[in-house]
């Protein structure tokens, strides 16, 4: 992007996790030029490590010699883990696509307005786009946490989230099942449990699969393995 009296995009968006990739999909559908700016790269199901052990590969620290997709930031009371790669954090979340309960929005930081049904309808658009839907299967970790909930008394909380995974015939690939053939092909998932180290078989709803993809779809420019240094 140099130096010019115009500007090559009407908008520059940095990093393509939830909130760029949400953002370029929406702008691109006004019409506008997008470019957005992501630090890490694109990757591929076959390029994701086996195992976290395989710092290398999942961990970002490169003045370790580590170039994964993993990224630690450190502060004074808090270490944050978030995404880096294209599609973000949604590389390496648990797919949990939760929406607060009754009580939470009657509480008084959430008193300023009626949040529940001003959320609503954003919570319904993101649930669709993200392919929300129950699990399946009850996993022996689920049950762990069952036994958990039943030791704190707490067993009647204990039931299946909405996740972000496509449920197809396991390790099948098929066309586009959730944009009326504008999305690309997806594989259904195998229950491999390596969600949090990343997706092996396509079967995650990453937002390379969706928002992003869709938005390239639209023009957008995701310029990845390119860092940003400053804004002015």
Not at 56 to 69: A, D, I, N, T, V
Request: hydrophobic share 30%; aromatic share 10%; with cysteine.
């Amino acid at each position: 992007m140099g130096k010019s009296d115009t500007f090559d995009f009407d908008y520059v968006i940095v990093g393509s996790g939830f909130g760029g990739s949400v953002s370029a999909l929406r702008l691109s559908e006004k019409g506008y030029t997008v470019a957005v700016l992501e630090k890490g790269k694109r990757w591929q199901t076959e390029d994701f490590p086996k195992t976290n052990w395989n710092t290398r590969k999942y961990l970002w620290l490169p003045q370790l010699g580590c170039y994964g997709y993993q990224m630690l930031t450190f502060l004074k009371h808090v270490v944050i883990l978030h995404g880096g790669g294209v599609g973000g954090g949604s590389l390496v979340y648990a797919n949990q696509l939760l929406i607060p309960p009754d009580d939470v929005f009657s509480r008084p930081e959430w008193g300023i307005a009626d949040c529940k049904e001003t959320l609503r309808p954003h919570y319904t658009e993101a649930r669709r786009m993200l392919g929300a839907n129950p699990s399946p299967q009850i996993g022996r970790a689920d049950q762990c946490l069952r036994e958990v909930g039943i030791d704190l008394r707490g067993q009647d909380t204990f039931h299946k989230n909405d996740v972000g995974i496509f449920f197809g015939t396991p390790d099948k690939t098929v066309p586009d099942p959730y944009f009326g053939g504008r999305g690309p092909e997806r594989t259904g998932c195998t229950f491999c449990g390596s969600c949090m180290v990343g997706c092996p078989v396509g079967g995650k709803n990453t937002l390379d699969k969706n928002y992003l993809y869709l938005a390239e779809g639209n023009g957008v420019r995701v310029i990845a393995e390119t860092e940003v240094t400053g804004v002015r």
